[in-house]
């Protein structure tokens, strides 16, 4: 259920609205607009008795919602998100690009690629602390360790840093050190993780489950929204099918679905979704081209012997050309880079 507050409502009228949504028993979530705020209502088991609601001062409507996402869908909030990393602002005209190396392996290469990616012309880093790896005995990632390596990239080129969490005690970890927190695709519908990240205050990047469906991604979204951070970056990062190319399959066809029902915006990563370093550029291309908001890309000084994802990995120069690429498409698109 959604409240739809007069376009006048003072906010001790919202307030108002939040207090007798409270005193039921339910959550109520205030979520301004440009032209009115609405407060969606989630908690309740049953259904909600609209005329209580309608009847309060400065309210306009109380509108049921039909699908099982509320808060992540534009039934409830029809304007586009701008998501803040940092002060990068994820969502809104500019195109951006998340660059950075799969794994921190130490403090001289993370400085490096984050030097090289920012001089060509990266928004944010990323790079793995914590690595969810398919065998035990691969690279699992420096840990603490290299969350203080992320810091000290921050520091030496600005880029707000974006990192992984794999379990709950990460999460406390990398709100110390990181300013936005990765969930992976193994961990999409890892659900006391997702709770969590949704009592924090820092961005959320959500990346999607080998195999899930638009609904369970979105769901999983809503888990997060659910607890009170609406700060939420979806993430395509391609699915398992029979492609005998490619490490997964990049799911393009999702950007515009995810559009269409959300108003969180969605980063496309090529690298991850493709495996091979010569079709980053390619996909990267065609992801803004179908409205994707930024892309996060895996790049390397020397990807040949990177401790994880070599062989996605591209240059710094493979993609400064990128860059330089996409800053033509992008007027095209209505985007800015
Ligand atoms: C990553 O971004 O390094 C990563 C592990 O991605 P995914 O969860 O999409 O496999
Ligand atoms: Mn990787």
Redesign the pocket.
């Known amino acids: 259920m959604l409240v739809v507050m007069r376009q006048d409502a003072c906010p001790e009228q919202i307030r108002g609205v939040v207090e007798a949504i409270e005193a039921r028993g339910f959550k109520a979530h205030a979520i301004p607009g440009v032209q009115r705020t609405a407060i969606g209502i989630t908690g309740n088991r049953g259904a909600v008795e609209a005329p209580v609601f309608e009847s309060l001062p400065g309210v306009l409507e109380v509108i049921p919602v039909s699908h099982a996402y509320k808060l992540v869908s534009r039934e409830v909030k029809n304007e586009s998100s701008i998501v803040h990393v940092g002060n990068v602002p994820v969502g809104g005209e500019d195109l951006v690009m998340v660059a950075g190396p799969?794994a921190v392996e130490s403090m001289e290469q993370t400085l490096t690629i984050a030097r090289a990616v920012k001089a060509a012309g990266a928004h944010l880093l990323?790079g793995?602390a914590f690595?969810?790896r398919t065998s035990p005995y691969s690279f699992q990632g420096l840990g603490e360790e290299g969350l203080k390596i992320l810091a000290e990239a921050r520091e030496a080129t600005g880029l707000p840093v974006i990192t992984?969490a794999l379990d709950n005690e990460g999460v406390d970890l990398l709100e110390r050190y990181a300013d936005a927190i990765?969930i992976?695709?193994?961990n999409m519908q890892n659900f006391s993780l997702l709770k969590r990240v949704g009592r924090s205050r820092k961005p959320v990047i959500l990346?999607r489950g080998m195999s899930a469906t638009l609904e369970e991604l979105l769901m999983s979204a809503e888990y997060i929204l659910s607890e009170g951070n609406y700060s939420v970056i979806f993430c395509e990062?391609g699915v398992r099918t029979f492609s005998d190319f490619s490490r997964n399959t990049l799911d393009l066809a999702i950007v515009p679905a995810v559009k269409k029902m959300s108003h969180l915006p969605i980063l496309v990563?090529p690298s991850?979704g493709t495996g091979r370093r010569e079709k980053v550029a390619p996909l990267s291309r065609a992801a803004a081209a179908v409205g994707a908001d930024g892309l996060m890309i895996e790049v390397h000084h020397d990807p040949n012997r990177a401790l994880s994802?070599g062989p996605q990995s591209i240059t710094p120069d493979m993609f400064a050309e990128l860059v330089q690429d996409l800053r033509q498409i992008a007027p095209v698109i209505g985007r800015r880079l």
């Open positions: 799969c990323r793995g690595k969810p992984e990765q992976g695709a193994r990346k990062r990563d991850h994802d």
